[in-house]
């Protein structure tokens, strides 16, 4: 059974200081995805995470993917106020010849103070 | 941009009511599926659909859930006998097939928050 964890689940952050959140899944998975969530809205994807050495950057985020590791990493460079969201890793169950359902992390609570 | 689309936004029902939750996703879409977060918490998976089948389940989608894709266009969840426990966002969402196109995306709706009382 795919497991997936993320850590920290809370994160309270200064502007313009630098952190990182990391993914574990438990089984193989080679699609890793990232969705950001602000509160009592949907998920808006952020990456798709496609093989191994895999890296995505969109502004002051970037997104990592080591399959041997079975980690992904989301690093925040010089956080402001308007990151603060929940965000949730996705990895994939049965890949391979279906689409594959989405298998959540129990997401990261940011919070970017001035 | 493309987007799916669910309703109502917000439901409230008696517990034991059946409730049903609408979805239509997008066009050239072909797998379905529906996720729930009761509040504060992760998103689980809850059931995919193909080919006018259900593809997988999860240990949740018990026998008081069904999906239906009645016309070309709607994938409902239906809930026969609500519970307190079932008070939660449900979110819908879709995806392409997997193909030569590389798209791996999966789009979600903006969700129904289900509160039964």
């Known amino acids: 059974e795919l497991k997936v964890e993320q850590n920290p689940l809370f994160l309270s952050m200064q502007e313009g200081k630098n952190y990182t959140i990391y993914c574990n899944y438990s089984t193989t998975s080679d699609r890793l995805y990232w969705y950001r969530q602000d509160p009592g809205k949907s998920l808006e994807s952020l990456f798709v995470l496609l093989s191994n050495g895999a890296v995505k950057q969109e502004g002051r985020l970037m997104a990592s993917l080591d399959t041997k590791a079975r980690l992904s990493t989301l690093h925040i460079t010089a956080a402001v106020h308007d990151l603060s969201a929940t965000y949730f890793c996705a990895a994939i169950m049965n890949y391979g010849g279906s689409q594959g359902n989405l298998i959540f992390g129990k997401g990261t609570k940011l919070s970017v103070k001035p | 941009e493309p987007e799916v689309t669910q309703t109502p936004s917000h439901q409230v029902t008696q517990m034991g009511q059946e409730v049903i939750l609408r979805c239509v996703p997008i066009s050239n879409h072909l797998y379905f599926y529906w996720y729930r977060q009761i509040l504060g918490q992760k998103v689980e998976f809850l059931v995919s659909?193909?080919?006018?089948?259900?593809?997988?389940k999860s240990e949740i989608f018990d026998d008081q859930f069904s999906v239906e894709r009645p016309d070309g266009s709607n994938f409902t969840l239906k809930i026969r006998s609500t519970k307190l426990e079932d008070s939660a966002m449900y979110f819908c969402?879709?995806?392409?097939?997997?193909?030569?196109?590389?798209?791996?995306?999966?789009?979600f709706g903006s969700g129904t928050r289900l509160t039964v009382v």
């Open positions: 969402a879709s995806s392409q097939r997997q193909g030569e196109e590389g798209n791996y995306g999966y789009t």
């Open positions: 659909f193909y080919n006018n089948e259900i593809s997988e």
